[in-house]
């Protein structure tokens, strides 16, 4: 029986150099982040004369951009740390070819933490709705990078993403936290310091800027802690 996979702490400082010498790994998550600017500038204009309704389809598109964009993020993180060729190109016409297993993979992680926020709702308590959706969000932190690297369809990557935290629990978990302290805090943490200087405007293309920073950057240790695990045969 093989043993637990060792987490590797290393590869967050790693990723850093990677990133800065491939900055074309900053294109896809650039264009999720515009897409998410733009989206959060007109959704009013469809959504505020009917009291805000239909706002959560415009949260669809955003979150699918995500997906998408992160996915060939993903891809071209994995060359790179595979030390293939890690043009845009390439990364860019494999993620066209998985982009269906990567949407829907997107569509499967995000209903899966919906479900379980309703499912929660029921039972009248705020907090275990809270607890259960972190807990869904945590075992479905791979889906994305399996559909994008291990090229599987979107439910299958739903359950890849399973038994890849269950082989590295530790290593799964030190990733989502450097996810959630990078992607929730680290953007508006910045910019707050300096809001009153940068203006509205400014301020948003600062914030933007930041999320696609960051997104570019956690794609080379979401990368990396999937293939350690997946083609490793830690499963």
């Avoid at 060729?85 to 982009?99: I, L, S, V």
């Amino acid at each position: 029986m093989r043993g637990r996979p060792r987490v590797d702490f290393g590869m967050y400082l790693r990723a850093l150099p990677l990133l800065a010498r491939h900055p074309s790994i900053f294109v896809m998550p650039l264009l999720a982040a515009v897409v998410d600017l733009l989206i959060a500038q007109i959704t009013p204009f469809f959504t505020d004369a009917i009291g805000g309704a239909g706002s959560w389809l415009f949260q669809i598109i955003v979150q699918l951009a995500y997906g998408f964009c992160f996915g060939v993020a993903l891809i071209a993180a994995n060359n790179v740390w595979r030390a293939r060729r890690a043009t845009f190109d390439e990364a860019w016409e494999e993620g066209r070819h998985k982009a269906g297993g990567i949407l829907i993979a997107t569509i499967g992680f995000y209903f899966l933490i919906y479900a379980a926020g309703y499912l929660a709702s029921f039972l009248g308590s705020a907090a275990l709705q809270i607890v259960l959706q972190l807990v869904v969000a945590f075992f479905l932190i791979y889906t994305i990078p399996a559909a994008a690297i291990g090229g599987m369809p979107g439910n299958l990557a739903i359950g890849a993403s399973f038994r890849a935290v269950r082989a590295s629990l530790l290593g799964t978990a030190i990733l989502a936290v450097v996810f959630v302290l990078l992607w929730f805090y680290l953007p508006d943490f910045i910019v707050n310091r300096f809001a009153l200087g940068l203006g509205v405007i400014g301020y948003w293309l600062v914030h933007a800027a930041i999320k696609a920073i960051v997104l570019a950057y956690l794609a080379f240790p979401f990368a990396k802690q999937y293939d350690d695990v997946a083609f490793r045969g830690y499963w």
